[in-house]
Protein backbone atom coordinates (compact mmCIF):
# COMPACT_ATOMS: atom_id res chain seq x y z
CA UNK A 1 0.00 0.00 0.00
CA UNK A 2 1.26 3.30 -0.80
CA UNK A 3 0.43 6.54 1.11
CA UNK A 4 0.62 10.28 0.40
CA UNK A 5 0.52 13.55 2.98
CA UNK A 6 0.42 16.64 1.25
CA UNK A 7 1.77 19.84 3.01
CA UNK A 8 1.66 23.38 2.47
CA UNK A 9 -1.39 24.90 1.54
CA UNK A 10 -3.07 28.13 3.00
CA UNK A 11 -4.53 31.83 2.66
CA UNK A 12 -2.10 34.12 0.83
CA UNK A 13 -2.53 37.64 -0.55
CA UNK A 14 -2.37 38.00 -4.53
CA UNK A 15 1.10 38.57 -5.28
CA UNK A 16 2.76 35.84 -2.67
CA UNK A 17 4.03 32.57 -2.59
CA UNK A 18 3.34 29.21 -1.00
CA UNK A 19 4.97 26.19 -1.55
CA UNK A 20 2.88 22.68 -1.75
CA UNK A 21 4.89 19.43 -0.76
CA UNK A 22 3.49 15.62 -1.34
CA UNK A 23 5.53 12.68 0.41
CA UNK A 24 5.25 9.18 -0.23
CA UNK A 25 5.73 6.56 1.99
CA UNK A 26 4.83 2.66 2.12
CA UNK A 27 6.15 -0.17 -0.53
CA UNK A 28 7.43 1.72 -3.51
CA UNK A 29 9.08 0.15 -6.20
CA UNK A 30 9.42 3.03 -8.12
CA UNK A 31 7.57 6.23 -9.19
CA UNK A 32 6.79 6.60 -12.63
CA UNK A 33 5.18 10.05 -13.05
CA UNK A 34 4.70 12.59 -9.98
CA UNK A 35 2.28 15.16 -10.51
CA UNK A 36 0.32 18.55 -8.86
CA UNK A 37 -3.28 18.86 -9.92
CA UNK A 38 -5.89 21.33 -9.02
CA UNK A 39 -9.91 21.68 -8.81
CA UNK A 40 -11.51 25.04 -8.47
CA UNK A 41 -15.33 24.80 -7.27
CA UNK A 42 -17.62 24.14 -9.82
CA UNK A 43 -14.74 23.33 -11.97
CA UNK A 44 -13.09 20.02 -13.44
CA UNK A 45 -10.30 19.25 -11.41
CA UNK A 46 -7.14 20.23 -14.51
CA UNK A 47 -3.33 19.86 -14.41
CA UNK A 48 -1.06 22.09 -12.83
CA UNK A 49 2.52 20.63 -13.62
CA UNK A 50 4.05 16.88 -13.39
CA UNK A 51 7.01 15.39 -14.39
CA UNK A 52 6.44 12.79 -17.12
CA UNK A 53 8.57 10.09 -19.17
CA UNK A 54 12.23 10.74 -19.54
CA UNK A 55 12.56 13.40 -16.36
CA UNK A 56 10.68 16.44 -18.19
CA UNK A 57 8.16 19.06 -17.24
CA UNK A 58 4.90 19.76 -18.37
CA UNK A 59 2.74 23.13 -16.83
CA UNK A 60 -0.03 24.74 -17.65
CA UNK A 61 0.14 27.69 -19.73
CA UNK A 62 -1.59 29.19 -16.84
CA UNK A 63 1.44 28.98 -14.52
CA UNK A 64 4.11 28.96 -16.62
CA UNK A 65 6.75 30.97 -15.32
CA UNK A 66 4.91 31.21 -11.70
CA UNK A 67 5.22 27.87 -10.46
CA UNK A 68 8.26 25.16 -10.31
CA UNK A 69 7.75 21.38 -9.27
CA UNK A 70 10.52 19.67 -8.40
CA UNK A 71 11.13 16.25 -6.69
CA UNK A 72 13.65 14.66 -4.37
CA UNK A 73 13.94 10.83 -5.48
CA UNK A 74 15.18 9.63 -2.27
CA UNK A 75 12.80 11.06 -0.20
CA UNK A 76 9.85 10.20 -2.90
CA UNK A 77 8.78 13.83 -2.57
CA UNK A 78 7.39 16.01 -5.27
CA UNK A 79 6.98 20.09 -4.23
CA UNK A 80 5.16 22.95 -6.25
CA UNK A 81 6.68 26.06 -5.55
CA UNK A 82 3.91 28.77 -6.69
CA UNK A 83 5.23 32.12 -7.36
CA UNK A 84 3.19 35.45 -7.94
CA UNK A 85 0.04 34.37 -6.99
CA UNK A 86 -3.40 35.15 -8.42
CA UNK A 87 -7.32 34.78 -7.37
CA UNK A 88 -7.65 32.31 -10.10
CA UNK A 89 -5.25 30.08 -8.55
CA UNK A 90 -7.27 29.01 -5.26
CA UNK A 91 -8.08 25.95 -5.53
CA UNK A 92 -7.25 22.45 -3.92
CA UNK A 93 -4.31 21.12 -4.96
CA UNK A 94 -4.18 17.53 -5.06
CA UNK A 95 -0.74 15.35 -5.91
CA UNK A 96 -0.93 12.73 -8.09
CA UNK A 97 1.73 9.92 -8.26
CA UNK A 98 1.72 6.76 -11.08
CA UNK A 99 3.75 3.93 -8.63
CA UNK A 100 4.54 0.53 -9.20
CA UNK A 101 4.60 -0.42 -5.44
CA UNK A 102 6.17 -3.85 -4.66
CA UNK A 103 4.39 -6.95 -5.66
CA UNK A 104 1.42 -4.90 -6.97
CA UNK A 105 0.39 -3.67 -10.12
CA UNK A 106 1.68 0.10 -11.33
CA UNK A 107 -1.34 2.41 -10.38
CA UNK A 108 -2.24 6.16 -9.52
CA UNK A 109 -2.02 7.06 -5.92
CA UNK A 110 -4.14 10.96 -4.89
CA UNK A 111 -2.93 12.87 -2.47
CA UNK A 112 -5.92 13.98 0.37
CA UNK A 113 -5.49 17.65 -1.46
CA UNK A 114 -4.60 21.08 0.48
CA UNK A 115 -6.48 24.15 -0.03
CA UNK A 116 -4.76 27.13 -1.37
CA UNK A 117 -6.88 30.21 -1.26
CA UNK A 118 -5.61 33.66 -2.48
CA UNK A 119 -7.13 37.24 -1.57
CA UNK A 120 -7.02 40.08 -3.91
Known amino acids: QVQLVESGGGLVQAGGSLRLSCAAS????????MGWYRQAPGKQRELVAAFISGGSTNYADSVKGRFTISRDNAKNTVSLQMNSLKPEDTAVYYC??????????????WGQGTQVTVSS
Open 96 to 109: NLLVSATGAATRGY
Open 26 to 33: GSIFSIKV
